[in-house]
Each structure stands twice: as structure tokens, then as C-alpha cells.
């Protein structure tokens, strides 16, 4: 037997979002080390797309910070590959790939005319725009990567190496982490009772949701313990991560828990365009509600906090064009990844209770005990990044005064980084979303439980636990 090597992709993320946070806390000590990150502004005019992240770094070129951010992040990430035991070249040239089309969609996304908010009217010398903020970038990376995954199959074929949509959303999530903790500490109630709100959430959530899915799955359309499961928790729970988790525990077949997954792709995908735009129109009055919805309604982490980051910021714009209250972004973001956070969290425990169900009452092998280890195993560490970066920040800065000022500095630095890592995630879950070589591969049926179970009630009991948790509960006005 070949033996388990310790590095995974899980704690890989976890290590390279930790590395830039403790590059970014050189700011404490006056010195500001990633400044001359990209960063990417509002524009009417080609050569106010790129800048450095702050001040310190004013004259370097916008296109010199890009190629250096690029160099820099495709250097540390081959570097990760190559210790998972891949190829850090085809790796390289893939991602260079993939980063430099990204980029390009969400540089597209801050064009005035579709980012500008109407407080910005003026200032871009516009009379309308689309109001959408530069988060509108994910949407058509998003996009793009869906039309090249389904109607450019050579070119997706190139992109193969670099496709990993759920390692660069857990290494965005530990850099969030930091951003939230400075933002927390002028509302430190308000965190306090999102996190208190969003663990009750998911724990009503965990109760409703699987029980009903596994039962309609076996009740009425007919399939085995060994698909019902699987399905039941990648559907009800966290999408991925929960179905690999839950296709170990029962000793499952892989084809299992790669055909589920590959169904929870998509399904994310049909999820982020319709949810976030829904929430906009109807919720903007309960901004918080919004957000807790997107992380029970949207089944996977890069689904689900994306889902949230373009919720935020759509959810801000409507409220300042309808109502003029100008909430201060990252709140809606922060009670989507708060209840994705938890979920995932529960992933080891629900798979290890599943797993000692099929041992001792389904599959029962003489001789066979379960280990309280296999929780361990399969507790996500990049939750820990950023609970660690979350609780750093927030006691380095509720000091106030200067350390609250450097604390914003150090996410100034950190914050490209984030919107990178989630430009990369949009865009490659859809590349990996080939429609068409699913329905080949015979997915129809199990697509039929996912349309029954999300539509039918998974996003309409999650809106109402969401209601019933955060009905109420409002983001702090921006000053």
C-alpha cells in the first residue's frame, strides 16, 4: 500500500494563504512588502485599469504591478504543486493561461458603465450605468470559463493543470479572514452575533436538509444506499467536499462522489447566476438574510462565498439607489462565509457518524471499529486559516489608533490577493463545468434529484432559516 503523503491540497491552501497573511504583518513594523500588488479600479479609460495596492508604491507602472503580481503568484502556487507531487511547469503554463484571461474578464467587470454605483455618477461623468460594482468581473469570468469549458474543448484542454477551483477559493477564504477581523472591530457585537446566528443556522439546516434528500432518493427515485448518501450530503450540505467526505466514509466506489461532484459543479454554476441577482431585487431591505442564503442555498465553497461577495456588493448598490444608505462592504460577504465556514466544519463530524452508521448497522465487518482519528482527517484546515487570521487581526486592531491603521494597510495588501484567488475560482469552475459530458455520461437522473431537492425546497427552506436568524440584523453604515 502506497503511503498517505501528509501535504494535501486542503492544508496546501491553508500554508500559501497563511504565508501572505504573515507577509502582510510586516506592515506593523512600518514595512509594507506586498504594496505593489495590482490592483483593479473603476474605469472609463484603458490606462486607469491597473495600479498598485497602496500608496507606498505609487510610481510603479499598472502593468509593471500586474506582471509582478502574475510572476509572484504563479511562482508560489508551482511551487505547491510541485511539493503535491505535479508538474510545475505544465502548471506555469497553464495557469499563465488561465490568470491573464481572468484578469482580463474582471478588469472588464470595473468597466464604468457596468460597475459604477449612482453616488458615482458624477465622478466617472456618466448618466447611467448598470451599478453592478466591479464585482461584476466574477460574473463574466464566470461566464467565459462556462463557454470555453462547453464550446472550446481544446483550449480547455490546455487549461487542465491549472483547474483547481476549490484550492484557490480556500486560500481567498484564509486571506478573508484577516479582512473581516479588521472590519469586525468597530462591530464586534454585530461579529459576534453573526457567528452565534450562523451556527444555529446550519445546525437547523444540517437536521432538515439531508434527511430529506436521502429519503426522496430512495423513497421515489430508486437508488442504493451507496449513491443515496453521496447525494444527499452534496446537495444538502457542502456540495464537493461533503460528497468525497461521505463517499470515503461509507467505502463508497470513486465513481460515486466524482459523479456527484461533477453534478454540484454545474448546479453552482445555474446557483451564482440566478441567487445573487434574486437577493438584489427582493432582499435588499435584509442584506444579512441575503447573505446567510447564499451560504445554505449555493453547494460548494467557491460557489458559496463567491455567491456572497457578488451579493455584497450588488445588495449595496441597490440599497444606495433605491433607499440612499450606504452599507460598509464585507458584512453580507461575512454571514455567507460564516455559514459555510460551519458547514464545513461539520463535514468530519457528519462523515464520521455516517461512517460509524454503515459500520455498525449496514456494512458491520467482523472486527472492523471506527477511529475518532478519521474525524482529523477530514476536518478542512483551511477553516483554521482563517479563524487564525480572523482572531489576529481583530486583537492586533482593537487597540485602535495606529494599529487599527496599519491593520487596514496590511488587508489593503492582502486584498488583491483575495480578489484574485476568487478571479481564478469563478473562472475555472467553469471551465469545469462541461455540461454536455455529463448528460453523456449518463447523469440525467441523478440531475433530477438535484432539481427536485434544490428547487423543490433547499433554497426555500435555507431562505427561511436564513429569515429566521438574521431577520433584522443590518451591516454598519459606511461613513
Known amino acids: 500500500m502506497a503511503e498517505k503523503k501528509w501535504l494535501t491540497e486542503d492544508k496546501l491552501a491553508l500554508i500559501l494563504g497563511l504565508i501572505l497573511f504573515g507577509l502582510s504583518l510586516f506592515n506593523f513594523g512600518g514595512v509594507d512588502p506586498l504594496g505593489w500588488a495590482v490592483k483593479i479600479n473603476v474605469w472609463t479609460n484603458a490606462s486607469q485599469i491597473f495600479s498598485a495596492a497602496t500608496g507606498a508604491y505609487k510610481d510603479l507602472s499598472g502593468f509593471a504591478s500586474l ?4 510572476i509572484f503568484v ?15 511547469k505544465r502548471f506555469a ?25 449612482p453616488d458615482q455618477l458624477k465622478k466617472y461623468n456618466l448618466t447611467w450605468a448598470m451599478g453592478l460594482t466591479g464585482e461584476a468581473g466574477f460574473i463574466i469570468a464566470l461566464l467565459a470559463g ?24 480556500k486560500i481567498a ?12 472591530v468597530d462591530a464586534l457585537g454585530l461579529a459576534s452575533s453573526v457567528i452565534f446566528r450562523g451556527l444555529c443556522a446550519i445546525v437547523e439546516a444540517y437536521l432538515i436538509y439531508w434527511a430529506l434528500v436521502y429519503y426522496i432518493s430512495r423513497k421515489y427515485f430508486k437508488f442504493s444506499r451507496e449513491w443515496a448518501a453521496p447525494l444527499a450530503s452534496g446537495i444538502s450540505i457542502c456540495g464537493v467536499s461533503a460528497a468525497i467526505a461521505t463517499g470515503g466514509a461509507i467505502r463508497a466506489r470513486p465513481i460515486v462522489p466524482i459523479m456527484v461532484s461533477s453534478l454540484v459543479v454545474v448546479f453552482t454554476c445555474v446557483e451564482m447566476l440566478i441567487l445573487p441577482f434574486v437577493a438584489q431585487h427582493w432582499m435588499y431591505g435584509e442584506p444579512m438574510v441575503a447573505g446567510a442564503w447564499m451560504g445554505l442555498a449555493v453547494k460548494s465553497d467557491g460557489g458559496a462565498i463567491a455567491s456572497g461577495v457578488i451579493t455584497d456588493a450588488l445588495i449595496r448598490a441597490q440599497a444606495m439607489a433605491v433607499d440612499g444608505i450606504k452599507y460598509q462592504e464585507g458584512w453580507v460577504t461575512m454571514a455567507a462565509t460564516t455559514i459555510k465556514i460551519f458547514i464545513d466544519v461539520f463535514i468530519g463530524v457528519w462523515a464520521f457518524i455516517l461512517a460509524a452508521i454503515w459500520c455498525t448497522m449496514i456494512e458491520c465487518k467482523p472486527g472492523e471499529r471506527m477511529k475518532f482519528g478519521a474525524i482529523l482527517d477530514r476536518f ?12 489576529i487581526m481583530l486583537i492586533l486592531c482593537a487597540k485602535g489608533g495606529d494599529m487599527l491603521k496599519f491593520g487596514k494597510t496590511a488587508i489593503g495588501d492582502t486584498g488583491p490577493f483575495r480578489a484574485i484567488f476568487f478571479v ?19 447523469i440525467g437522473r441523478l440531475a433530477l434529484v438535484y432539481v427536485v431537492s434544490l428547487f423543490g425546497f433547499i433554497i426555500w427552506i435555507g431562505l427561511f432559516i436564513s429569515w429566521l436568524f438574521f431577520h433584522g440584523v443590518k451591516p454598519p453604515l459606511a461613513s
Open 67 to 70: 506582471i509582478l503580481t502574475w
Open 74 to 88: 504563479t511562482a508560489m502556487l508551482a511551487v505547491g504543486v510541485k511539493a503535491l507531487g505535479g508538474d510545475p
Open 93 to 117: 503554463v497553464s495557469f499563465t493561461l488561465v490568470f491573464f484571461i481572468g484578469y482580463f474578464c474582471y478588469a472588464l467587470g470595473h468597466y464604468a458603465v457596468i460597475a459604477a454605483t
Open 146 to 169: 462556462i463557454f470555453i469549458g462547453n464550446f472550446m474543448p481544446g483550449l480547455a484542454e490546455k487549461f487542465k493543470d491549472a483547474l483547481k477551483p476549490e484550492m484557490f477559493v
Open 173 to 184: 477564504i484564509v486571506i478573508l479572514g484577516a479582512e473581516l477581523g479588521v472590519k469586525s
Open 380 to 391: 478542512p484546515r483551511f477553516v483554521l486559516g482563517y479563524v487564525i487570521t480572523f482572531i
Open 424 to 442: 481564478l475560482t469563478f473562472f475555472t469552475i467553469g471551465v469545469v463545468s462541461n455540461f454536455k459530458k455529463l448528460w453523456d455520461e449518463g
